[in-house]
């Protein structure tokens, strides 16, 4: 096969989870450049529509929906609405993340702890059972976990000032989970032609580079990341692309690291 053929993602339909934040937002755009049609889902319709509007002004196929990874009723509309339409789920990307209960060890709580896991943790868990149900009658699938390099590690918490706050524990013990049920999931669904890989990227916030009061956290990481800068929006497209496309059809369960090589110390 042509390696044009291999990376084109022409006619494949894709939800994206969080589809319209930092990440989310150019993970969303990588898909529809390939030629996917792509669904942005998040409990917010309406902003994830007006994401998905301004795609379809640069002649993309984008369409916002909700979804409310907290409710099992929300995840089951959402896949039934999206294969009715649309015909087939063939990407899926686990990339939201819910932070309205992220907490440290010292303030956790169990109700915000299970709030958090709920969406964070079995909520994706719950989406990827949904649409496994249309790629099994398919016969094959894509879906990529977006984990973090916090899935390989744990925070630095000398470069943290006061000011940023402690850092959640439950942020870090989410995504070192999404690893683990990346794993689970592509031995479970290999033979069925559906493939489970997961991403770990690195930090990318430009609100932090103008922040006074983060700047010792950002010249502290960006001296200790290898290669010497925070990602950029583009950075996480490559990675999608590839593994959403047939180019990686030879990899399932498969941890790809983009963190500028921060983990590797």
């Not at 022409?10 to 996917?36: F, H, N, P, Q, W």
């Not at 649309?86 to 169990?110: H, K, M, Q, W, Y």
């Not at 719950?126 to 699938?141: D, F, H, N, P």
């Amino acid at each position: 096969m042509h390696t044009q053929k291999l990376f084109s993602l022409k006619d494949r339909v894709a939800i994206v989870t969080g589809g319209r934040g930092l990440y989310g937002g150019s993970i969303s755009t990588a898909l529809c450049e390939m030629g996917s049609t792509v669904i942005i889902a998040s409990r917010n319709a309406d902003k994830c529509e007006e994401f998905a509007e301004t795609l379809r002004m640069q002649g993309h196929k984008a369409y916002g929906m909700p979804l409310d990874l907290h409710d099992d009723g929300s995840i089951k509309a959402l896949t039934d609405d999206v294969y009715a339409k649309f015909g087939s789920i063939d990407i899926l990307i686990n990339n939201a993340v819910d932070r309205r209960n992220l907490v440290s060890l010292e303030t956790a709580t169990r109700e915000k702890l299970q709030d958090s896991c709920s969406t964070n943790l079995n909520g994706q868990i719950l989406l990827s059972q949904a649409v496994i149900v249309y790629m099994l009658r398919q016969g094959k699938g894509s879906i990529i976990n977006i984990s973090s390099m916090r899935g390989l590690d744990c925070p630095h918490f000398p470069f943290y000032p006061e000011s940023m706050g402690d850092q959640p524990i439950n942020y870090t013990t989410e995504k070192w989970a999404m690893v683990g049920m990346t794993k689970y999931m592509a031995g479970r669904y290999g033979k069925n032609g559906i493939r489970v890989n997961c991403i770990c990227p690195g930090g990318y916030d430009p609100g932090l580079l103008n922040d006074v009061s983060k700047k010792s956290f950002v010249e502290n990481y960006i001296e200790n990341c290898p290669l010497g800068c925070f990602a950029s929006e583009d950075d996480i497209k490559g990675p999608v692309a590839f593994l959403a496309a047939d180019a990686s059809a030879y990899m399932t369960g498969a941890t790809l690291v983009m963190d500028g090589g921060w983990t590797i110390w």
